[in-house]
């Protein structure tokens, strides 16, 4: 009888390991894809691309026994053997002297590649970058764009972890929904009415009650049927819900110094992915702050705007609001707060000083709001009160009213949009070039 034990030692080496080793001369064995082939008449170029990078491999006629190389085409998995020769002018600095190559597979036979995946940037649409997702993703500059997305999810990992957060997984099909209004997607649930998550609102505000502090990286669904470059259906939020606050402010401040973490995360772990893509990191150091009234006063006086919604910030406001912090404070971020209780949910805490205000947050990056957050209502006696206020069936919410019922500390938290942030990040200018397979109001597949 035969027992797995564990992780075997293979042959085959990585873009890793030669960066790191002396492998100079060396004979090594690599699989890869091949990414493209270039023809030089006397020697061909095969490049394999690898789940790091790419790597250059060098063949020559008499070099590679029993091989044609005009029988290999782009797409194919091969298996390689050869030596290992620096070259500054190939990719990481290396090339592969080839002495044998073994197809591992081969695309179909009437196959040809849609997309020339090998250049730069995808001289193409983006309608047909999606639609063709399986094989634009192959692209160099397409990978580093969800290479950083990566690191971005795993420095929010870090720095919650630091900060004694804990990572809880909360449903996606829920009895009701937690932000309000009709943009749900509603689902037969065996005979009962069942909703897709909009936001893990409740269950995280739940959690506090239990861990203090508590984050999760998840999907959310909107069922909005806005088809604009900034909406999707489906992405990805970052939320944190954290108790013991003393102000909505603290929750500002854990956003701040978590920005501040993953920036820094991303100039050390991914300097090839923010150089490949030629990204300028942000100045995080400090977060200009302005009241919702303030920063509408202030933009439409410098840029003569007329204030047309008083109670909420259009993306053309928000645009001008970035460039006037650009502008005055040199920030590509700013806090906007107090935003009006009658566009926030029932659970926001209202300003003790001014109940027409809440104590919550938008943070915009580069002139589009990346983050909602702010204070929740902690009492259950002052939460049931602004459900009835609003002509809410309080029995609609009884199972989240009991975290109240029995106690719970002043709390707060918010939700980025990881696509989002992503896309102002990268100076794109649609949400769906940072989305991985995006779902929108036309598309459902690939």
Not at 101 to 115: F, G, H, Q, R, Y
Not at 220 to 235: D, L
Not at 303 to 331: A, C, T, V, W
Not at 390 to 406: E, P, S, T
């Amino acid at each position: 009888m035969d027992f797995i034990k564990g992780l075997s030692q293979k042959e085959t080496v990585e873009i890793s390991d030669i960066l790191k080793g002396e492998y100079s001369g060396r004979k090594v064995t690599l699989k890869g894809a091949v990414h493209t082939i270039r023809d030089m008449s006397e020697f061909s170029f095969v490049v394999l691309r690898k789940q790091d990078g790419l790597v250059q491999c060098v063949y020559e006629e008499g070099t590679v026994q029993g091989f044609d190389i005009k029988s290999l085409r782009e797409g194919s998995t091969v298996e390689v053997k050869g030596t290992v020769n620096t070259e500054e002018r190939a990719p990481n600095g290396f090339e592969i002297r080839l002495t044998c190559i073994k197809v591992l597979s081969e695309p179909a036979k009437d196959s040809t590649m849609p997309l020339a995946i090998s250049k730069w940037k995808l001289n193409t649409s983006l309608e047909t970058k999606l639609s063709l997702r399986p094989i634009s993703l192959r692209n160099v500059r397409e990978r580093a764009i969800f290479k950083i997305q990566e690191g971005i999810v795993r420095a929010f990992r870090d720095f919650m972890f630091s900060k004694n957060f804990t990572e809880v997984r909360t449903p996606k099909i829920v009895a009701g929904n937690a932000e309000g209004g009709a943009n749900v997607f509603k689902l037969e649930y065996f005979g009962k009415k069942a909703f897709l998550a909009q936001s893990p609102q409740f269950y995280k505000q739940t959690m506090v009650g239990v861990y203090d502090r508590v984050f999760e990286a998840a999907p959310v669904f909107r069922a909005e049927k806005h088809n604009t470059t900034r909406h999707i259906n489906e992405y990805t939020s970052l939320d944190f819900e954290m108790g013991y606050i003393d102000s909505f402010e603290d929750i500002m401040e854990m956003e701040a110094a978590m920005l501040h973490y993953t920036f820094q995360f991303l100039s050390e772990e991914y300097a090839k992915e923010i150089k490949l893509l030629g990204i300028t990191l942000p100045d995080v150091t400090k977060f200009p702050t302005v009241r919702f009234d303030e920063a509408k006063q202030l933009v439409s006086e410098k840029y003569n705007r007329k204030i047309k919604n008083p109670y909420d910030l259009e993306p053309e406001e928000e645009i001008l609001i970035g460039k006037y912090f650009k502008e005055e404070h040199n920030s590509d971020f700013v806090f906007v707060t107090h935003y009006p209780s009658k566009k926030r949910p029932f659970y926001a805490m209202d300003d003790p000083k001014n109940s027409k205000f809440t104590l919550s947050f938008d943070l915009l990056f580069k002139g589009m709001e990346v983050t909602t957050g702010g204070q929740r209502i902690h009492s259950y006696e002052e939460l049931v009160a602004k459900m009835i206020a609003r002509g809410m069936d309080v029995a609609d919410f009884m199972n989240y009213l009991m975290i109240f019922k029995h106690g719970m500390p002043p709390h707060g938290g918010l939700g980025i949009g990881l696509e989002r942030l992503t896309m102002k990040l990268l100076d794109e200018q649609n949400v769906r070039e940072t989305t991985l397979f995006p779902r929108d109001v036309s598309r459902l597949e690939p």
